[in-house]
Antibody, heavy 118, light 109 residues
Framework: QVQLQESGPRLVKPSETLSLTCTVS????????WTWIRQPPGKGLEWIGH???????TYNPSFKSRLTISLDTSKNQLSLKLNSVSAADTAIYYC????????????WGQGTLVTVSS | EIVLTQSPGTLSLSPGERATLSCRAS???????LAWYQQKPGQAPRLLIY???NRAAGIPDRFSGSGSGTDFTLTISRLEPEDFAMYYC??????????FGPGTKVDIK
């Protein structure tokens, strides 16, 4: 059974970089499609971006050049870095994945709330 | 960029009733990359339906998906107490950009 666990700082200052790691257990990270999704408190889901097992990424254009998603196959982890954060980036961040498609995600982490505040 | 609209915003029903949730795309969708998720408070979303019609592993057959073009539907044939939750649709285009609808809350009448 594939399990995902997000980790990283829960509090980030405005203008700094939000960095999260998702550790995958139960299978190799390599054959899967991985996605980051966020959810502001009390609001809906927002797609952040995908990374494919090849390392190819697709990002939500609304994040412009602030976003980097990467894989570390040696650690069975994926990561998210979001630069120049503001209060609008306060959200629960989820990593998610699927064995067959990037268009949906069967496996989800529990999510981690990241608050942007000074 | 396709925008998804879900209706109604809230659906108030009783256990045993049929729930029909709508997801409408701002322009016609030519791929089958449409999925539905259920989310309960404090939990991550759970994949229910993928590829418009297909139930994810472990999903009861009271959940079904349908639709084409711009209109898609999630139907829960007979609501069980555990089905009262938020439901989101998700669409991915051919360039692998994805978007979620705003959600429909199914609550107990």
């Amino acid at each position: 059974q594939v399990q995902l666990q997000e980790s990283g700082p829960r509090l980030v200052k405005p203008s700094e970089t939000l960095s999260l790691t998702c550790t995958v257990s139960g299978d190799s990270i390599s054959p899967y499609y991985w996605t980051w999704i966020r959810q502001p408190p009390g609001k809906g889901l927002e797609w952040i971006g995908h990374i494919f097992h090849s390392g190819t990424t697709t990002y939500n254009p609304s994040f412009k050049s602030r976003l980097t998603i990467s894989l570390d196959t040696s650690k069975n982890q994926l990561s998210l870095k979001l630069n120049s954060v503001s209060a609008a980036d306060t959200a629960i961040y989820y990593c998610a994945g699927d064995r067959f498609m990037s268009a949906w995600s069967y496996y989800w982490g529990q999510g981690t709330l990241v608050t942007v505040s000074s | 960029e396709i925008v998804l609209t879900q209706s109604p915003g809230t659906l108030s029903l009783s256990p045993g009733e049929r729930a029909t949730l709508s997801c409408r795309a701002s322009q016609s969708v030519f791929s089958t990359f449409l999925a539905w998720y259920q989310q309960k408070p404090g939990q991550a979303p759970r994949l229910l339906i993928y590829g418009i019609y297909n139930r994810a592993a472990g999903i009861p057959d009271r959940f079904s998906g349908s639709g084409s073009g711009t209109d898609f539907t999630l139907t829960i044939s007979r609501l069980e107490p555990e089905d009262f939750a938020m439901y989101y649709c998700q669409y991915s285009d051919d360039s692998r950009h994805s978007t979620f609808g705003p959600g429909t809350k199914v609550d107990i009448k």
